[in-house]
Nanobody
Framework: QVQLVESGGGLVQAGGSLRLSCVASGSMVSINTMNWYRQAPGKQRELVAGIHSGGITHYADSVKGRFTISRDNAKNAVYLEMNSLKPEDTAVYYC??????????????????WGQGTQATVSS
């Protein structure tokens, strides 16, 4: 069974920084795209940043220039460096990954996995 575990959330003042980490574990062949989503109270979950297996990245307009996504394929990990944080960045941040697995019964397949979320709170 594949699991994604996030860490690194917390409370920080506006203008500060946080670094989120997410590690995938379990039986897998490879990981395609890895993403960070966030969900603020009363709002829909939104895509913050994504990174393909080859390193191509994309960002939501609201975080461009402030957030940096990176990954370590050897560790099955993805990171989100968040700088110049604003109160509107307050949310639960979720790691998401498209993971390729092998099952003897079915061969290769892929599935979307989510972490449990980590809270990031930015005070004004």
């Amino acid at each position: 069974q594949v699991q994604l575990v996030e860490s690194g959330g917390g409370l920080v003042q506006a203008g500060g920084s946080l670094r989120l980490s997410c590690v995938a574990s379990g039986s897998m062949v490879s990981i395609n795209t890895m993403n960070w989503y966030r969900q603020a109270p009363g709002k829909q979950r939104e895509l913050v940043a994504g990174i393909h297996s080859g390193g191509i990245t994309h960002y939501a307009d609201s975080v461009k220039g402030r957030f940096t996504i990176s990954r370590d394929n050897a560790k099955n990990a993805v990171y989100l460096e968040m700088n110049s944080l604003k109160p509107e960045d307050t949310a639960v941040y979720y790691c998401n990954a498209d993971i390729v697995y092998y099952r003897r019964e079915y061969g290769l397949g892929s599935n979307d996995y989510w972490g449990q979320g980590t809270q990031a709170t930015v005070s004004s």
